[in-house]
């Protein structure tokens, strides 16, 4: 399985909602990604995960809490967003977290905030 | 701080033609680049990645070169074809740990 899996593949939510973004890879890689991705931008690392630990935050706002409850897992749990928020939520992978390693992206979840 | 920047933003060819996409990056104690392709709306494939102890790789008509006393990286593509109308990004690590991705070249093809 060569494959990051993210569900939903859509994702409508009101900015009183609570709602979760799930990432699956059984690759063995111990390294996951979020990145987020507006139109005609290129992607915006947002956490980092290195053996189930968080390893990099990069400055985003507590109204997205990522968790990862397993070595394949990997969840961006959402509440109280903006409609800025809308954008297209990309999951990635790697080995290891540091030198020489490629990503390997899910197909991602394209977020509507109204 | 690493900066990746790609040149063209856009690039209109008709089918069949060779082309060249250009990455850049600032920080030459690069470790490794990875070219990637998005489709509208779509994730990021990999193409190819690059190792900094490689010069080139290449996976059928696509072929990447890295170059890191020059900062630069080319992406070469054989004989277009309208299939290949994408988004072709390159990403370089920043500071050893995560990729950082460059602004993208937008590709058509005309049949």
């Known amino acids: 399985d060569t494959e990051v899996t993210q569900t939903p593949k859509h994702l409508v939510m009101g900015m009183t909602n609570k709602k979760s973004l799930k990432c699956e890879q059984h690759?063995?890689?111990?390294?996951m990604y979020w990145y987020k991705q507006k139109a005609k931008k290129p992607p915006e690392l947002m956490f980092v995960y290195s053996y189930e630990k968080l390893s990099i935050n990069e400055s985003v706002p507590s109204r997205f809490s990522p968790e990862c409850p397993n070595s394949s897992l990997l969840n961006l749990h959402l509440h109280a967003l903006q409609p800025e928020d809308s954008a297209l939520y990309l999951c990635a992978s790697s080995h290891r977290q540091g030198y020489g390693y490629g990503y390997t992206f899910g197909s991602g979840t394209r977020l509507t905030v109204v | 701080k690493q900066e990746v920047t790609q040149i063209p933003a856009a690039l209109s060819v008709p089918e069949g033609e060779n082309l060249v996409l250009n990455c850049s990056f600032t920080d030459s104690a690069i470790y490794n680049l990875q070219w990637f392709r998005q489709d509208p709306g779509k994730g990021l494939t990999s193409l190819l990645l690059i190792q900094s102890s490689q010069r080139e790789q290449t996976s059928g008509r696509l072929n990447a070169s890295l170059d890191k006393s020059s900062g630069r990286s080319t992406l070469y593509i054989a004989a277009s074809q309208p299939g290949d109308s994408a988004t072709y990004l390159c990403?370089?690590?920043?500071?050893?740990?995560?990729?950082?991705f460059g602004t993208g070249t937008s590709l058509t093809v005309i049949p």
């Open positions: 690759m063995g890689h111990r390294a």
């Open positions: 990403a370089g690590p920043r500071g050893g740990n995560q990729f950082y």
